[in-house]
């Protein structure tokens, strides 16, 4: 079983939408948990961290759910520039490297 | 602030060749990471290095070295290239429990 795991998606959604998906992960012992987007044949790029308590920034919303081993991540009012593949990464403490999940694609058309 | 610096961006090898992708990042973060990415196969991680003059393997090691002779720097050396290692290649630094910042790519090509 891989650490990381998502749903590759693609997730296709009207603009104005609202699209959620999750990320699970199997170490319970994993403490940082992280969102990042990566357009096409770019780098992934920090979206948000993700805290126990689950944070928003603006229409994102991201949740943690230690009993169950999944992070999620709500996207609101969907725009076409929140087209990108979300990549989920995750960590144990003291742990030097992150490791990713293959990404969830999004596609929010017209 | 320049952030993680990747050098070169692009560069097409004939197989049997070597070359040296430098990483360079001025955040004084201990932990420096190679990644592959293939279409589909999400990011790889080749080598990575917790500190200055240490270095450690990743999934994916064979074929690849590296080099962490000054924190600032990492060097991702292909000795004999192969077709096999077509791929983009991310450099990413990071404090520890912090998240990582990545360069933004070289692309090589392997013909």
């Known amino acids: 079983r891989k650490e990381v795991e998502q749903d590759p998606g693609p997730f296709n959604v009207p603009e104005g939408a609202t699209v959620a998906f999750n990320c699970t992960y199997s170490?319970?012992?994993?403490?940082?948990f992280f969102w990042y987007r990566q357009d096409c044949r770019k780098e992934p790029k920090l979206l948000m961290s993700?805290?126990?308590s689950g944070n928003e920034d603006g229409r994102f919303t991201a949740q943690l759910n230690r009993a169950s081993q999944y992070i999620s991540l709500l996207i609101r009012d969907s725009k076409l520039s929140d087209s990108a593949t979300y990549l989920c990464?995750?960590?144990?403490?003291?742990?030097?490297?992150?490791?990713f999940g293959a990404g969830t694609t999004v596609t929010v058309r017209a | 602030n320049a952030g993680v610096t990747q050098t070169p961006k692009f560069r097409v090898l004939k197989t049997g060749q070597s070359m040296t992708l430098l990483c360079a990042q001025d955040?004084?973060?201990?932990?420096m990471y190679w990644y592959r990415q293939d279409p589909g196969m999400g990011l790889r991680l080749i080598h990575y290095?917790?500190?200055?003059?240490?270095?450690a393997k990743g999934e994916v090691p064979d074929g690849y070295n590296v080099s962490r002779l000054k924190k600032q720097n990492f060097l991702l050396g292909l000795e004999s290239a192969a077709p096999s290692q077509t791929s983009v290649y991310f450099c990413?630094?990071?404090?520890?429990?912090?998240?990582?910042?990545f360069g933004d790519g070289t692309r090589l090509s392997i013909l």
């Open positions: 990413a630094s990071r404090r520890s429990n912090q998240p990582q910042h």
């Open positions: 170490n319970s012992a994993s403490q940082s």
């Open positions: 993700v805290y126990s």
């Open positions: 990464a995750v960590s144990r403490s003291n742990d030097y490297k992150l490791s």
């Open positions: 955040m004084n973060h201990e932990y």
């Open positions: 290095s917790v500190g200055e003059g240490t270095t």
